[in-house]
C-alpha cells in the first residue's frame, strides 16, 4: 500500500482506557519524531450499557457508507461534539476535505468506528491498533495488531509482540532523578520485583511471598544489590502482611512499594536504575514496558486459581498440543503462556529458575547489562513512514 507524503498531521482518538492511549501516544511521539508530523488530539464521547452496544452495532453500516452515512452515524453516537472539535482543529491548520493531510488513529473497539467515520467525512487516512470489533481490520489503511491477537496476514497489517509503549528515555531519566532524590539507593546495586495480584486467572499468596520472595532477597544480599518491590495489584491483607514482614527483618536492603497504599507509583524509575528487572507472569504489557526501556525480563511463574475455568484452559492446551484445536481457541492464563514463551524464545526473557541455576556459568551470555532493541511503536511507525510515497 502506498501512503500519500503529503500527510502533514497525526488526529489521535483518545477513549480513555490506559493501554489505548498508550498505544496511541507511543506511535505517535515516532509519527512525529520520523516524518515530522503535527499530532493533534481528541476525546471520543463516553457511551456505557445499551447505547455503547447499540453504537457499536450499528457502526457495521459504516464499511460500506458514505459521508452522509458517516454524519448520520456520528449523530446518532454522541459525536457532534467530537465533529465540532475535529472540525475546529482542522480550520486553524486550514485542512480541508479531501487534502489527504491527515492520519487518524485509534486504538481498540470503542474508538474504531468514529475513526472511520470521521475520515470518510474528510477524507483523511485511517490506522486502527488492536482488532476493532465488530468492524475488523478490513476497512482500515493501516491495522497495527498485536501477535496475541493472531492478526491475518494482509498487505494493510503489521504484526507487533504484545501492546505498543510510550516510554523513552526522558521519561525514565526523569522518574530515576525523582526517585534518587526521595529513596537514595542503600547498595551498590539495584535489583527490581514488580508483582502484579490477585485476579480471576493468577494468585499471589503468602506461601508464594515466602518461597520466591525470601529467596530472590537472600540472592540479591549475596550480590550487595538493594531489592526494590513494587505490588501494583490487590494482594490480601496476609499476603500484603508477609511481604512487609521480609522487607521488616531482611538482613539485606529491602524496600517494597504498594499501589493500593501509596500514591506514587516508582515503575519508570525503576526501569532505569535497575540491573535485573523481575517480574510475575500476569504482567505482560509491564514485560513489553521493560523491553522497550531497554531491559531484559526474568518471569517468575505464580500459583494460579483452581476451577472449572482452569481446568477446561488446561484442556484445550491439551487439544491444542494434539493439533486438533487451534492457538487461536486458548484463552485466560494458557493464551498468555503462549506469548510469554515467544518472549522467551526471542531471547527477551527468562525463566526465574532458568536464571537461578545458570546464572554464574561461564557460559551464560543472558545478562540484564545487555540492553535490548525492542520498541514497537518506533518499529509500526517505521513500517507507515515506509509506505510513504510521492504519487498522488
Known sequence: MLFNKKVKFVLVLKDGDKIHDSNCDGISYWLSKLGGMEILETKIPKLSGVQKTKV???????????????REWLAASNGDMLVRHVGQLFAERNIREGSEEVLMISSGSSSAPYNLALGLIWRCYSTTINTPEPLGTEPFDFAIIPDNEFPERKTNIFTIT??????????????????????????????SLIIGGNNGEYCITSEWIKRKIVHLSLIAEQEKAELLILVLGHLEPEAVKTIKAIEYHATGSVKVFIKEENSYDPRIALYGLSQQIFCTEDQYDTMIEILTAGKRVIVLRTAYKKGINSLLQETAEKLVLTGALSSRMLWGRKRQDLFIDNLIRKNYVIE?????????????????QDTVNFNEARRSAKWIMDNFTTEV
Do not use: C, H
Open 162 to 191: 504484545g501492546n505498543m509503549s510510550d516510554i523513552d528515555n526522558s521519561k525514565i531519566e526523569s522518574a530515576k532523578e525523582r526517585y534518587l532524590t526521595e529513596y537514595p539507593p542503600k547498595a551498590e546495586k539495584v535489583w
Open 56 to 70: 457499536q452495532n450499528a457502526s457495521r453500516n459504516l464499511m460500506f457508507a458514505n459521508r452522509r452515512d458517516a
Open 352 to 368: 526465574f529458575r532458568d536464571w537461578i541455576s545458570t546464572r554464574n556459568q561461564e557460559t551464560f551470555s543472558w545478562t540484564m
